[in-house]
């Protein structure tokens, strides 16, 4: 069985910072890619970020410049520094995983901007 555990979330003020960080366990022989979403009540999941076993990431608009993915496929880690953040960042966010045993999801860690 595996299993992502993500941790780092809390309560910021407009402008601050978290980081955001997603453990994962169990019998993962290999790692494609590794993604963060996120998801506000009565709202889809929207993706936020991508990062490849090749080290390549990707990310949705509003992240640009303020949000950095990165992933340690050894280590099964991975993690979300975001900055300047702002209210509308509020939400659950979720890391996910595509392995051998397909894509693996966390339970979601809450972000609140205050403003």
């Known amino acids: 069985q595996v299993q992502l555990v993500e941790s780092g979330g809390g309560l910021v003020h407009s402008g601050g910072s978290l980081r955001l960080s997603c453990a994962a366990s169990?019998?993962?022989?290999?790692?494609?890619?590794m993604h963060w979403y996120r998801q506000t009540p009565g709202k889809q999941r929207d993706w936020v970020a991508t990062?490849?076993?090749?080290?390549?990431?990707n990310y949705v608009d509003s992240a640009k410049g303020r949000f950095t993915i990165s992933g340690d496929t050894g280590k099964r880690m991975v993690y979300l520094e975001m900055n300047n953040l702002k209210p509308e960042d509020t939400a659950i966010y979720y890391c996910a995983i595509d392995t051998n045993l397909g894509r693996v999801w966390g339970q979601g860690t809450q972000v609140t901007v205050s403003s």
């Open positions: 169990g019998r993962i022989s290999s790692i494609y890619g």
């Open positions: 990062v490849t076993s090749g080290g390549s990431t």
